[in-house]
């Protein structure tokens, strides 16, 4: 008998025991599921132990249990507090205004070689910050640096007028790497699809083009500079290596090199490293939740997608205006490159007086030398690594957020795996320290390679989740509908319709990935040891010790694959850009 | 012919949150035949259709085709749209960017393991029957907007698929290209036979493609019948507007002798073939016909009996055609003029309607006439 005949006949229908109907119809569900139930603990496990840590302390002998009051009452907890917010404040003071002129610059106006100027900027974003700063010394130290004693042979000045061991100096390492180049990123875009049309509506109305300019353009703007001021804001109490380099010879502190002083001691206070991390946390909060808050809400962005007008013209100030973004990028882009690379070759860092100056010593005796051997096979086997297991992972990861089958499950997954952006890698590498001692089936992990590339994992998961989404959302789901209509299998469409439409996107993920694990400081530096010291931390650990000539190879070392890995990048996202469906 | 039931839609329905999308549609489909699923934006369409491909989950009714369950709410089976063996057409084509033609054509077939030489031959053929059989090697992205087309349609039809579904296939197209492809697909269907369902929400499409066509509104069925019954007997004042122009007057009942709907300001009365006992005189009904049934000429003195006569008051001149706004007894109603003659605004006209085909409409239904 047939099926249709069963029911016509009005026979009650077969009852299928209830648990196989709830598989069925619920059981597409469960891979999203584990994959949210896995990400909820990785990320909000590290966070919940740095909280208790900073209530409870640690399971440590000797080390007396605190009030939050007490704890706080440690000489230099609130200052480091205070520090981290006068640097953040200083960053994005200076930084924000340049940042805005730039992007009009490079996205409004005619000012020529705008596409190269551009991709300059995007460059500085990825070169490692710590070879720039050490390149910088060469120019900025109070000693030897070269400003100074040109500056004082000249006579111009009294004293040595630039210090890069202070507070002024860090806001300069950190405006001079990435603070302007990040902001110019993302704003340069937003600015190019501004409607050009909204700009002559408002000429045609009678406004002249200063009027124009701030009661039409920067109001229309508005949004899109907020979210990337937020954006920069959240970023800068990531900031770790800058300030334990330059700033702990001048005795300035901020939250996070006090948190890796406090569990450098013996033993280690981690519970004045949870309050300071916990501290932070809540002072970023409001800052996310208002990020998250513009992003979900699209409609307050103003990105029309509609190209823009021909752009203004400059006038006279073309040539000018060129001229000084040359001289500009020329000078925080390519010249601490040139002296990172001066320098290690110099016999002693920053003496060009010496009658023979220049040796190739510091690259024999690095590439001699064990440690430095062994922590070149970490940074690659890290690198590697954390490339490998973000292809796997983070495509499953994208895919769920884009294609779950449920709502909310979608919306919890995007949530999670945007998270981790906004927690600084300080803090991240103390939660995964007091998760692996404290989660016994994570012990093991400790002192590894493994919990390093879990750590990179994680920290490059939004970058690298959000690569992926925005490639699978423009493939469409009615592409897969159809390998699955046409007789296909999921995994088969999986396998032979979106993965290779996806995989330009995954290869650029990949490299992306690769190029910040190798760079790493923050996220890791706790969780690394002698063994499993990767170049960066090996790095970090000479410029601390004023051990400038190797440290400088190492960096040059540092910037090239960081480099090398920009330029595949550029060049996957030049060949497949009209990857794209026509 | 011999009719066979095919498919099997039964009590089947959908809800997004609180609102039902499609709400207890039920639809049977023959042997070959072609039905359109016709309505506005948002009218469930399309979520049937993707409930029959196995792309939406039902969360009531069933869905059989043959002897087979697709999907069945109540008993919990569900077959994945791969192993329903049915062919769709995206409105987007859903066409693979990676892929060439020939690559795209091919896949359904490569999954199904046939043999090389037989998927060659058959991707031949295909290609040749829907005339790009020279364009295999080329990748989607060189195509136009019509080849594109063409490949989905080639697609879906190779493995022979029970059912073929398609999706607003033709909205991405020209209006020229889409008319093309109608008289392509209906040159088609005498080489292939197909089954299957035509989602759209144009109305001509619909009444040109489909042996049957099923209107839907706010996720229900509203009315079932080939393309001239339902054009020409809408079963609501929904179906009768959104299938084409209605020429419509209110009126009063008027029983004298026979049955007559009399109209305001003495612009006429409409005498009607037939009796309709459930009304009663001095009753407000409305009379609608197509226009094509209704003649508008210049008044004279030697009027047609049973006339209406009728003033223009706006006339748009459209190239081929007037549009004429004309005010009878006080009403508005539009109609299409000839431009042979010269129509001025303010003319009066004489009106005459054809009475066969004349549908009295009573509180939104309409009125069914009897005998007279």
């Known amino acids: 008998m047939t099926a249709s005949a069963h029911l016509e006949a009005g026979a009650p229908p077969l009852e299928t025991p209830l648990v196989l109907r709830l598989i069925r119809r619920h059981g597409g569900h469960l891979p999203a599921v584990l994959v949210a139930l896995a990400l909820t603990f990785l990320i909000l496990y590290p966070l919940a132990s740095v909280v208790y840590g900073s209530f409870f302390g640690t399971a440590a002998k000797g080390v007396a249990v605190q009030s939050w009051a007490d704890a706080l009452r440690q000489p230099g907890l609130v200052e480091a507090l205070w520090n981290t917010l006068k640097v953040a404040a200083g960053v994005q003071i200076i930084g924000m205004p340049v940042a805005v002129g730039i992007s009009w610059l490079l996205a409004r106006t005619d000012i020529p070689g705008r596409g190269v100027f551009e991709f300059g900027f995007w460059i500085l974003f990825f070169l490692p910050a710590l070879g720039v700063v050490n390149g910088w010394l060469l120019f900025f130290d109070p000693t030897y640096g070269l400003a100074n004693s040109f500056l004082l042979r000249w006579g111009l000045v009294e004293a040595a007028p630039f210090d890069m061991y202070s507070y002024w100096g860090i806001v300069f390492a950190h405006l001079s790497t990435y603070a302007i180049a990040v902001k110019v990123m993302l704003l340069t875009p937003a600015f190019r699809n501004f409607d050009g049309a909204l700009e002559e509506a408002a000429r045609i109305c009678g406004a002249g083009r200063v009027q124009t300019f701030f009661r039409i353009v920067v109001p229309a703007l508005l949004p899109a500079i907020l979210i990337v001021f937020v954006m920069s804001l959240i970023r800068s109490f990531e900031s770790f290596e800058i300030e334990l380099f330059l700033g702990i010879p001048a005795n300035f502190t901020v939250y996070s090199t006090r948190i890796y002083t406090l569990m450098a001691q013996d033993p280690p206070e981690l519970q004045a490293a949870g309050i300071l991390a916990s501290s932070i946390l809540m002072v970023m909060l409001p800052l996310v939740v208002l990020q998250r808050w513009i992003s979900v809400r699209r409609s307050y962005v103003v990105v029309t997608g509609r190209g823009a007008r021909g752009p203004a013209t400059l006038g006279w100030l073309r040539w000018p205006s060129c001229l000084a973004m040359v001289l500009a990028l020329g000078f925080i882009g390519v010249l601490p490159l040139a002296l990172l690379v001066l320098g290690s070759f110099m016999k002693l860092f920053g003496f060009f007086s010496l009658a023979e100056p220049w040796t190739t010593d510091h690259w024999h005796t690095l590439f001699a030398d064990i440690t430095f051997s062994t922590a070149l096979v970490n940074t690659l086997t890290i690198g590697l690594a954390s490339a490998l297991a973000a292809v796997l992972c983070y495509t499953i990861v994208a895919y769920c957020t884009v294609r779950g089958r449920s709502t909310a499950l979608r919306g919890y997954l995007d949530l999670l795996s945007w998270l981790p952006a906004t927690v600084p890698g300080i803090i991240l590498s103390l939660g995964f320290l007091t998760m692996v001692l404290n989660v016994g089936l994570l012990r093991p992990l400790y002192g590894t390679i493994g919990i390093i590339v879990l750590a990179n994992f994680l920290a490059s998961i939004t970058l690298g989740t959000q690569i992926i989404k925005v490639a699978m959302l423009q493939i469409g789901s009615d592409i897969e509908e159809a390998g699955r209509v046409v007789g296909g299998s999921w995994l088969r469409t999986f396998r032979s319709i979106l993965l290779p439409l996806a995989l330009p996107a995954i290869a650029v993920m990949a490299v992306m990935v690769f190029a910040v694990s190798i760079r790493q400081v923050g996220a890791i530096v706790l969780l690394s040891t002698g063994q499993t010291r990767p170049l960066s931390i090996l790095q970090l650990e000479f410029l601390a010790s004023g051990i400038l000539g190797p440290a400088a190879v190492i960096g040059v070392i540092l910037i090239a694959l960081s480099l090398v890995a920009g330029l595949i990048v550029r060049w996957i996202g030049l060949r497949y850009s009209v990857q794209e469906r026509s | ?372």
């Not at chain 2, 039902?20 to 039905?35: C, D, F």
């Not at chain 2, 029970?162 to 697909?185: T, W």
């Not at chain 2, 009796?275 to 209704?294: D, K």
Request: proline fraction near 5%.
């Open chain 2, 1 to 372: 012919m011999e009719q066979t039931r095919e498919l099997v839609i039964d009590g089947l329905s959908k809800h997004f949150g609180d609102k039902a999308v499609v709400e207890n549609v039920s639809l049977e489909l023959q042997r070959g035949e072609i039905v359109a699923l016709l309505g506005p934006s948002g009218c469930g369409k399309t979520t049937t259709l993707r409930m029959v491909a196995g792309l939406a989950a039902p969360d009531g009714g069933e869905i059989r085709h043959r002897d087979r369950i697709l999907v069945s709410a109540t008993r919990g089976v569900s077959l994945p749209p791969e192993r329903r063996n049915v062919g769709m057409v995206f409105q987007s084509y859903a066409l693979w960017p990676h892929m060439t033609v020939r690559e795209n054509v091919s896949y359904p077939l490569r999954i199904r393991k046939v043999a090389r030489p037989e998927i060659d031959e058959r991707v031949a053929r295909v290609l040749t029957l829907i005339g790009l059989g020279d364009l295999g090697g080329r990748l989607i992205t060189q195509l136009s907007g019509g080849q594109q087309q063409r490949v989905a349609l080639a697609r879906a039809l190779i493995y022979e698929p029970a059912l073929m579904l398609f999706d607003e296939p033709f909205s991405n197209l020209d209006a020229q290209l889409r008319v093309q492809m109608r008289l392509e697909l209906k040159a088609l269907r005498r080489k292939v036979e197909m089954t299957g369902f035509f989602v759209t929400h144009d109305q001509t499409e619909a009444l040109s493609i489909a042996d049957r066509i099923a209107i839907m509104r706010d996720g229900r069925v509203e009315q079932v019948g080939t393309p001239r019954d339902i054009y020409k007997k809408p079963a609501t004042r929904f179906v009768r507007d959104f299938l084409g122009r209605a020429f419509a007057l209110r009126g009063r009942v008027v029983r004298d002798g026979g049955l007559a709907i009399a109209l305001d300001e003495g612009a006429g009365v409409i005498a009607i073939p037939g009796s309709a006992p459930a009304l009663s005189g001095g009753e407000e009904v409305e009379v609608s016909i197509r226009p094509e049934y209704v003649s508008v000429t210049p008044l004279a003195a030697n009027a047609a009996p049973g006339a209406l006569t009728g003033r223009i008051v706006d006339l748009l001149f459209n190239g081929d055609t007037f549009e004429a706004h004309l005010s009878v007894g006080g009403q508005s109603v539009t109609m299409t003029l000839p431009t042979g003659r010269d129509w001025v605004e303010g003319e009066p006209v004489a009106i005459l309607l054809d009475a066969g085909n004349l549908q009295l409409w009573h509180g939104g239904a309409v009125v069914p006439l009897g005998a007279a």
